[in-house]
């Protein structure tokens, strides 16, 4: 489902937006990049589901710069607005996106299948 279905806005909308609906949310994602310095080896590959805006990601490789993102969504918009926010940053994008519903990715059946 899309940002534009599920929350009735734009891609460009979202960010403001979805600090008003998980309080300290710039906070979660500093924290959930910072915890990757606790992994018990290397990271090479971040799987990024729900890919959004691209904040997550874009934490991640501050802290783990050499890493590969693999982005997975269903909304192409927000995939191409992760491969900006990315870009601006200065990170060369070469991430295998996945338009794949999550139930799939996590090897689940679906209703439809």
């Not at 403001?16 to 994602?29: F, M, N, Q």
């Not at 990271?43 to 805006?53: E, F, K, P, S």
């Not at 192409?76 to 519903?101: C, I, N, Q, Y």
């Amino acid at each position: 489902m899309s940002v534009a279905t599920h929350l009735q806005l734009s891609p460009d909308q979202y960010d403001a937006k979805i600090r008003t609906l998980i309080p300290r949310y710039d906070e979660l994602i500093a924290e959930a990049a910072q915890a990757l310095h606790l992994a018990a080896r290397p990271i090479a590959t971040i799987v990024d589901l729900g890919v959004g805006t691209g904040a997550l990601a874009l934490a991640c490789l501050g802290e783990v710069p050499r890493a590969r993102i693999v982005g997975i969504d269903t909304d192409v918009a927000m995939m191409k607005m992760e491969t900006r926010m990315l870009e601006r940053a200065g990170f060369a994008v070469d991430v295998p996106w996945r338009r794949s519903p999550f139930a799939v990715v996590a090897g689940l059946k679906t209703a439809s299948g």
